[in-house]
């Protein structure tokens, strides 16, 4: 049973847990996809999630490379988001900001470990007003191996001065999961977009509906 009294402290994954961006990105995706003549456009970017942006060019590459130009397609890619952005701004998960705001009040060590790069998770969570909820921020171009590598949890565990066998990672994809469980995290599982599998379930320790479900249920009996 883990509380918020005996456990050390709590990482969050950003996009899909903290950020309703998974599905403002296949949005976009979708929208790029079609102006490009694209195929199977939903299939091959359900696999970027949870992934770095190096490994999600090489992902997009692979599926497209033969056929356009990977700079003029990301490019667009990138434009089409962060204009999105621009006109609805960023969307917060229902909950996030008020889980983050009671973990930072009560004293807990949160780190977020996002494989999106540094600058970005910055910038978009001043944007957002929750950048001092955080204690340690990593980011995806920190770290060599991404998920679904332990690396950015090790790291965010080491920064945060915590032990990685008594610290919760709260995740949403396949990758963040089974990154947490090789770090040896109390992997806690609130699914986004994608429906969790056989091995998500058995490598989370618990999974919730949401983060305020996740928070209640902390500060009441224990997870």
């Excluded at 950020?19 to 456009?41: A, H, Y």
């Excluded at 962060?82 to 705001?101: C, S, T, W």
């Amino acid at each position: 049973m883990y509380t918020l009294e005996n456990t050390d402290g709590i990482v969050f994954d950003m996009d899909g847990v903290i950020f309703d961006t998974e599905r403002l990105s296949m949005r976009c995706w979708l929208k790029v996809g079609e102006s490009f003549g694209l195929e199977n456009v939903e299939e091959n970017i359900r696999r970027c999630i949870g992934r770095s942006t190096k490994d999600t060019k090489r992902i997009i590459n692979e599926a497209y490379g033969h056929i356009v130009d990977m700079d003029e397609l990301y490019a667009e890619s990138r434009r089409v988001i962060r204009e999105a952005f621009e006109q609805e701004g960023i969307p917060v998960k229902d909950g996030a900001a008020d889980v983050l705001i009671a973990l930072h009040s009560r004293g807990v060590r949160v780190g977020l470990a996002s494989s999106t790069s540094y600058d970005t998770v910055v910038t978009e969570m001043k944007q957002v007003g929750l950048i001092d909820c955080f204690d340690v921020i990593v980011g995806g171009d920190m770290v060599e191996n991404s998920k679904p590598e332990p690396d950015i949890y090790l790291i965010a565990c080491e920064k945060l001065g915590v032990d990685p066998k008594n610290t919760l990672a709260v995740e949403d994809s396949r990758n963040g999961v089974i990154s947490a469980h090789r770090a040896g995290m109390i992997p806690v599982l609130v699914p986004d977009m994608i429906e969790p599998d056989e091995e998500m379930l058995d490598k989370a320790y618990i999974k919730f509906n949401n983060l305020t479900e996740f928070l209640s249920k902390l500060l009441s009996t224990g997870i």
